[in-house]
């Protein structure tokens, strides 16, 4: 059974800091790109972060970009998302996602059907 597992999360002042980790188990990611996205309460979900199958490519929303950083552990089957100078507005659930494409090497990462396999999201909440 394939499962991407999210930690990490919790509650955290404006301007801190947070590192997410999804871990991924039933079978390896190493040759799929991984994605972060986040959904705020009453909003749709939203890309916010991709890496390459290789790892040597990174991707991130315009909303956090220059204060998150992805990364990903082949070996440990492991991705992370490095979160710095938090807002209020990065407030959401944010999720990990396996990309349904192997060995992609474009720059397309950021719609939700690319993507096969999702965890069940971790929660963080940054306080004003």
């Known amino acids: 059974q394939v499962q991407l597992v999210e930690s990490g999360g919790g509650l955290v002042q404006a301007g801190g800091s947070l590192r997410l980790s999804c871990a991924a188990s039933?079978?390896?990611?190493?040759?799929?790109?991984m994605g972060w996205f986040r959904q705020a309460p009453g909003k749709e979900r939203e890309f916010v972060s991709g890496?390459?199958?290789?790892?040597?490519?990174?991707y991130y929303a315009d909303s956090v970009k220059g204060r998150f950083t992805i990364s990903r552990d082949k070996a440990k089957n492991t991705v992370f998302l490095q979160m710095n100078s938090l807002k209020p507005e990065d407030t959401a659930v944010y999720y990990c996602?396996?990309?349904?494409?192997?060995?992609?090497?474009?720059?397309?990462?950021?719609?939700?059907?690319?993507?096969?396999?999702w965890g069940q999201g971790t929660q963080v909440t940054v306080s004003s």
């Open positions: 890496i390459s199958w290789s790892g040597g490519s990174t």
């Open positions: 996602a396996a990309d349904r494409r192997r060995y992609y090497s474009g720059k397309d990462y950021k719609a939700d059907a690319l993507y096969e396999y």
């Open positions: 039933g079978r390896s990611f190493s040759s799929n790109a």
